[in-house]
């Protein structure tokens, strides 16, 4: 009888912290506006709504973090790629981008490029992208907006709830139960900040976001540029390669999130905003029995030898969930962790949770639409 | 003490977030106003620096762009896009127009477009959409 009236106590107070999450979700895919352009898109809406409220409440109720964050989070990913093809065919009739698209200045701003344009930025006040500063889908200014946003109030943990990316390489390091590649150098993590010099020095001598031009996996998956002469086909090459290799074979291989972890430049420089973040993974010293299940289970390498997340943790929840003795916990910065584990985490929940259904859930929207137009 | 500021900080974070989502426009027009947010001109070609009315196109000449990043480089371009202000599609049949006595250009119907003149080798990358036809001229210092 006791243990039904906990279990009833439990749902009722999991259900309570859900609904703040449904009204953000309401609030924000609606705009407060219900009429919907057609059945497909109403559909949409309630699958989408449906979907990310069961996630959250799932993550109260269960208890788990990575566990739920990880389903809602490669779905957003493969549903942003359905939503932003299909976006880009509607607004100028291809995925493929060529030189009209780059003087028109019609190309989306992604993240990534931020890494790539704060020295220009600096040095000689342009912005060395061609996308539009204010207008149309994926504007400069409001990608620099939520960029800044992210960095701020997330750090890292960008990489694990709003990056739209992410998910893929989060996904398909789950594929397989064991690793196959088991010893990975844990300094390898280090050769994204490598990548973030690189970057935004080449780019700010060349005066073109040379990661976009050359390197990103991610062209496989959202827009490619078109093959008219032997330089955009090595391109191309390079695209899908990168994506194949770093997305999806070594991910699986490893169970890692090689390309967020290795070859990112902006989780990088997120990285360096971890230190002023408010909330932190942290390690109580005294619970910690050193089975290292942290270290092996970290997909971001990012756990170090003494058990101590570092500054490239992304707050994915992964070891929390692991951890035997419930030595790893989300902290607020500042309180102490045995006080403050289970507020830290709601909160930290709400706020990064939050991000994901704003931002990626929009993104998951738009691709949901797309699916059930073409199905219907 | 500490512990409240910490844990008040945390809370508002969430509502900061809300808050930015809710008024991004705002942050966005803070934004748009720096200093630095303005596109590189070896992207937007650069200020224009003469329009020619040449019924049905307007063609504008931009000013010559030298890119590097700290002053100029010693190659650069001259950007000059004819924007089509009709409805019909661009380059039918514009014959010998002169551009800023540069080159010489004659456009032709399916052909998208054809140089004469003697600047025909430093022309580089044209832009071809609907509405626009953009082309670089090479230049040096």
Redesign the interface.
């Known amino acids: 009888m006791e243990n039904r009236y906990k279990t009833t106590g439990k749902t009722a107070r999991s259900i309570l912290a859900t609904l703040p999450m449904f009204l ?1 979700i309401v609030v ?1 895919s609606t705009q407060g506006n219900f009429a919907f352009a057609d059945t497909a898109q109403a559909l949409a809406w309630i699958v989408n709504t449906a979907f990310f409220t069961l996630i959250f409440f799932l993550m109260l109720y269960k208890g788990k973090t990575d566990r739920y964050r990880a389903i809602a989070f490669g779905a957003s990913a493969v549903l942003f790629a359905v939503g932003f093809m299909s976006n880009l065919i509607e607004i100028r009739g291809s995925i493929n981008y ?8 019609d190309i989306p701003f992604c993240h990534i490029v931020t890494t790539m344009v704060i ?13 539009s ?2 207008d149309g889908y994926a ?4 990608m ?3 960029v800044f ?1 992210a960095a701020i ?1 997330l750090g890292r943990a960008f990489c694990s709830w709003g990056c739209f990316y992410g998910g893929w390489d989060d996904a398909t390091s789950r594929i397989k139960s064991r690793p196959v590649i088991k010893r990975i150098n844990q300094s390898f993590k280090y050769f994204s900040f490598a990548m973030l010099i690189l970057m935004a020095l080449w780019s ?2 060349s ?2 976001p040379q990661y976009c031009n050359w390197l990103c996996p991610f062209k496989a998956v959202t827009e490619g540029e078109k093959i008219v002469d032997a330089t955009t086909l090595i391109k191309n090459i390079i695209f899908y390669t990168l994506f194949i290799a770093l997305c999806i074979v070594l991910p699986i291989l490893t169970k890692k999130r090689i390309q967020c972890a290795t070859f990112c430049p902006m989780g990088a420089l997120l990285s360096l905003f971890n230190k002023i973040n ?2 932190e993974v942290a390690l109580d010293e005294d619970k910690c029995k050193k089975c290292n299940k942290c270290v092996s289970k970290c997909p971001l390498m990012a756990i170090n030898k003494d058990h101590k997340p570092s500054m490239t943790c992304a707050k994915c929840g992964k070891c929390i969930d692991n951890c035997p003795s419930e030595a790893l916990n989300y902290r ?5 962790a045995k ?2 584990a289970s ?2 985490r709601i ?2 929940l ?2 990064a949770y ?2 994901m259904v ?2 990626l859930g929009s993104c998951a929207y738009g691709g949901l639409t797309t699916i059930f137009r073409l199905i219907f | 003490m ?2 409240f ?3 008040f ?3 508002l ?2 509502f ?3 808050g ?2 809710l008024f ?1 426009q705002q ?2 027009s803070v ?2 106003r720096a ?11 650069g200020e224009v620096e003469r329009t020619i009315q040449s019924s049905p196109y307007t063609i504008l000449i931009h000013e010559k762009v030298f ?4 002053g100029e480089g010693d190659e650069g371009f001259r ?1 000059i896009t004819i924007v089509n202000n009709d409805s019909t599609l661009i380059c039918y049949n514009l014959d010998n127009l002169v551009v800023d006595s540069l080159t010489t250009v004659r456009i032709i119907e399916n052909k998208p477009i054809v140089f004469v003149g003697g600047h025909t080798d430093t022309i580089r ?5 609907e509405k ?1 036809l ?1 082309f670089r001229i090479e230049e040096r210092k």
Request: charged letters at 10%.
């Open positions: 953000i924000f060529d030189t009209t698209t780059i003087y028109n200045c020295i220009p930025a600096a040095i000689k006040q342009t912005i060395i992208f061609s996308g500063l204010s504007s400069i200014s409001s620099l907006v939520i946003v109030l700010a001598e005066l073109v408010i909330f607020i910065r500042g309180t102490s006080v403050s507020t830290a909160i930290f709400h706020l939050s991000f704003i931002f | 500490k512990n500021i910490s844990k900080w945390a809370i974070t969430v900061l977030l809300l930015s989502f991004g942050l966005q934004l748009l200093p630095f947010m303005r596109i590189d001109p070896s992207f937007s070609g890119p590097a990043l700290i950007q990358e044209v832009g071809l959409s626009k953009i």
